[in-house]
């Protein structure tokens, strides 16, 4: 039985059908969705960044916002794919521990998406699915 399901989310496109499939999942079980944005240090990716310029945000402040607002858009589109119970964590680190570490808090599915924002574009499966998927201890769906 499925009753808390996580989804990882940085905005990339095969993240957004994690969520969509999660969501759908969620409502035929019943189950609740979290949805997880890790802030890393990283330079923005190049396809977010008319986001910080349209708000004016010094560039520091750039990160964090840019989850705030990731998560506002997963929490949306999880709705829409039919999950009734939501919830969205932001955290800092590095992206696959703190997905595991979240993950042993009685997730019993992940559904993350198999790559991301990452532009190696030959890659099936970027670093951060390739360690979840590898680690985790609960059932993982990859989605492409
Ligand atoms: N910072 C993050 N916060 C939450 N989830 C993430 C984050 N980064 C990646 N993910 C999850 O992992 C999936 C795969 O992304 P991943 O980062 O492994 O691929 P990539 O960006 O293409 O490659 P790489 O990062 O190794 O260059 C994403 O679709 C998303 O579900
Ligand atoms: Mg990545």
Do not use: N
């Not at 989850?67 to 955290?91: C, H, K, M, P, Y």
């Amino acid at each position: 039985m499925i009753t808390s399901i996580l989804v990882p989310y940085d905005g990339s496109q095969s993240s957004v059908r994690a969520l969509e499939l999660a969501g759908d999942i969620a409502a035929k079980y019943k189950a609740s969705l979290t949805a997880l944005h890790v802030v890393t240090g990283g330079k923005v990716p190049s396809s977010l960044e008319h986001f910080a310029e349209i708000e004016h945000l010094d560039d520091e402040d750039v990160p964090m916002a840019l989850g705030e607002r990731l998560l506002e858009d997963a929490d949306r589109i999880a709705r829409r794919s039919g999950a009734a119970t939501v919830t969205t964590l932001r955290s800092q680190g590095d992206p696959a521990s703190e997905i595991l570490g979240k993950a042993a808090d009685g997730i019993d599915l992940i559904v993350i998406g198999s790559r991301g924002l990452g532009e190696l574009r030959g890659l099936l499966l970027g670093s951060v699915s390739h360690k979840v998927t590898q680690l985790a201890k609960c059932a993982c769906i990859t989605v492409r």
